[in-house]
Structures are given as structure tokens and as C-alpha cells.
């Protein structure tokens, strides 16, 4: 079974550039999770989907960030304009159902670093 | 707001030896999980655990979870060099939608 991949694996860029992210999630999970892990801390969910639908942005720095997940499958999180406190870790999730009661599988992540 | 944070944040031992970490949370839950982390690399799930059970094996893994004292401890027994790695507890709170991650514990096994 292949995983959740993400691309790039790595980006630098400078500070009020764009950058965008790409994940896609395990055939037939419903539920895909993008979080942002900073050096040293627990990862922090930034967007949840359902199918193509929103389940929980609350922490999504809605001034910068955006996330669509078209068609229900393939993902894609961007950053516009990055500050030099977005260089973390993006991780991509995916599951079959909710987040409380199954196991998520993330993929590698994309460390972004922003000079 | 935290609701995982786990102690101790490093933990160093020997081959063999056996490995405990604990996780505390705030808020009641539904369920309970760990994941590991290896350096550079995604999080990979270890054991769910239902706010229901008390305790749950999973091969070298126990977990157990005492929901009166919002807390859980994961046991390593018997741990290798390939178990270095960062180790996170992550709850879904009773909305059971979100999973909030702590900090993790850092454990290094030495060969």
C-alpha cells in the first residue's frame, strides 16, 4: 500500500515570497490533516478536511495561509507571504475516518526554511 | 491550549533497558494515542487507546491510561538503538474531530 507523499521535500525561499505545498493522501481516506511542526515541538494541526470539505481550520493563519483539497483527494497548502516564523515543517496526514478514533499516517513532511 | 505534554522531555538509556514516558492532558477525552517519530521523518502511529480501557499491549509496547488523573504512561521494554527516536501523545478531546499533539519525549537508546 503506497503512504501519504508530499513534495518538495525541502524549500527555502525569503521572507513575503510564496511557496506552495503538495499531498496526497492514502487510496480512500477520507480525512486529510495538514500540520505544521515547529523545530523542537509537537506537531499543530493547521487544516482538516472531510471529503473536500473544511472539518476544522480554527489554527490556520487565515491572512497567509490557504489549503483546498479539490475532487476530495490531492491537497495542496500555500503560504503568501512567508515570515521568517513559518520555516517548520509541513506535514500531511490522511486517514480513513475522524481524527479521534483512527490512526493517521503522515507523510515525510516538507521543511521549509524562510530567510 | 496544550492538552498533551509529556515528561520527561529526554530520556536517555542502555540497550535492554526498559523506557517509560508519560503524557498529561487537560480536558476530558475520548480516546488517546501515540505516535513515533524518527529524526526527519513523519509520524508513525503506535497505539489508540479508548478512555474506556485501562490498558493496552501492542508487542514491546504498553500503554496504560488512568482517565481520574488525566494521564498515560507508553513502557518500552527491552529497548533497542532503533528505538531512538521522539515519541508523542496526541488526544481528541470529547468533539473526537481534532487530534492535539504534546511535545514529545526525546529517547535515546545507546547500544
Known amino acids: 500500500e503506497a503512504g501519504v507523499a508530499q513534495s518538495p521535500r525541502y524549500k527555502i525561499i525569503e521572507k513575503r515570497q510564496s511557496v506552495a505545498f503538495w499531498c496526497n493522501p492514502i487510496?480512500?481516506?477520507?480525512?486529510l490533516y495538514w500540520y505544521q511542526q515547529i523545530l523542537g515541538q509537537g506537531p499543530k494541526l493547521l487544516i482538516q478536511?472531510?471529503?473536500?470539505?473544511?472539518?476544522?481550520d480554527s489554527q490556520l493563519p487565515k491572512d497567509r495561509f490557504s489549503a483546498e483539497r479539490l475532487k476530495g483527494v490531492d491537497s495542496t497548502l500555500k503560504i503568501q507571504p512567508a515570515k521568517l516564523e513559518d520555516s517548520a515543517v509541513y506535514l500531511c496526514?490522511?486517514?480513513?475516518?475522524?481524527?479521534?478514533?483512527?490512526?493517521?499516517?503522515f507523510g515525510p513532511g516538507t521543511r521549509l526554511t524562510v530567510l | 491550549s496544550q492538552q498533551g505534554e509529556e515528561d520527561p522531555q529526554a530520556l536517555s538509556i542502555q540497550e535492554g533497558e526498559n523506557a517509560t514516558m508519560n503524557c498529561s492532558y487537560k480536558t476530558s477525552i475520548n480516546n488517546l494515542q501515540w505516535y513515533r517519530q524518527n529524526s526527519g521523518r513523519g509520524l508513525v502511529h503506535l497505539i489508540l487507546i479508548r478512555s474506556n480501557e485501562r490498558e493496552k499491549h501492542s508487542g514491546r509496547l504498553r500503554v496504560t491510561l488512568d482517565t481520574s488523573k488525566k494521564s498515560s504512561s507508553l513502557l518500552i521494554t527491552a529497548s533497542r538503538a532503533a528505538d531512538t527516536a521522539s515519541y508523542f501523545c496526541?488526544?481528541?478531546?470529547?468533539?473526537?474531530?481534532?487530534?492535539?499533539f504534546g511535545e514529545g519525549t526525546q529517547l535515546t537508546v545507546n547500544p
Open positions: 496526514a490522511s486517514s480513513f475516518g475522524l481524527a479521534g478514533t483512527n490512526e493517521q499516517f
Open positions: 496526541a488526544t481528541d478531546g470529547t468533539s473526537g474531530s481534532r487530534l492535539t
Open positions: 478536511f472531510q471529503n473536500n470539505g473544511v472539518v476544522d
Open positions: 487510496s480512500g481516506h477520507a480525512t
